[in-house]
């Protein structure tokens, strides 16, 4: 996955960057339950010395938006449906109640690993852009301010 930014500050070998949402995610229905602004701030390494306003770059690993898909959307569909038929044999109405609960207990799991893995920076700066990215202007570092 590559995003265009503009440097907003810097910590040592961190960037807090404001990047543009790619097209892909304006299409999907998940944004409203990501959350996510049409431009947001991630955090991301900072190896290659980008400084404030610098036009980037930024990588990071398709693998992790696929895991997350996954916890978010498929799984609580196959716990529902797990608990729902394991249970339902015993009580009707134990099956509907475990079919909520397996339905809601991937949330609980997403919002856990969500903050184990919250300290570990996944994506990078890899490339200090020349030319001027259409979404954003000059301007847009101090517009967060």
């Known amino acids: 996955m590559e995003l265009k930014g503009i440097v907003k500050e810097t910590d040592g070998k961190t960037a807090t960057v404001i990047v543009m949402r790619k097209d ?17 701030e991630i955090k991301a390494g900072n190896e290659i010395g980008a400084k404030p306003g610098d ?33 339902f044999g ?15 207990l991937p949330y609980g799991i997403a919002a856990v690993v969500d903050r184990k893995l919250s300290g570990r920076l996944t994506v990078r700066i890899t490339d200090i852009e020349t030319e001027k990215n259409e979404f954003f202007s000059c301007d847009e ?3 967060n301010k």
């Open 24 to 40: 892909a995610c304006n299409h999907c229905a998940g944004k409203i339950i990501c959350g996510r602004a049409q431009k947001y």
């Open 55 to 87: 036009l980037i770059t930024v990588s990071g690993s398709d693998r992790g938006v696929l895991f997350y898909a996954f916890l978010l959307f498929l799984l609580p569909i196959i716990a529902s449906a797990v608990c729902y038929f394991v249970f």
């Open 141 to 143: 570092t101090s517009e």
């Open 90 to 104: 015993i009580n009707h109405t134990l099956g509907y109640v475990m079919a909520a609960v397996g339905f809601l």
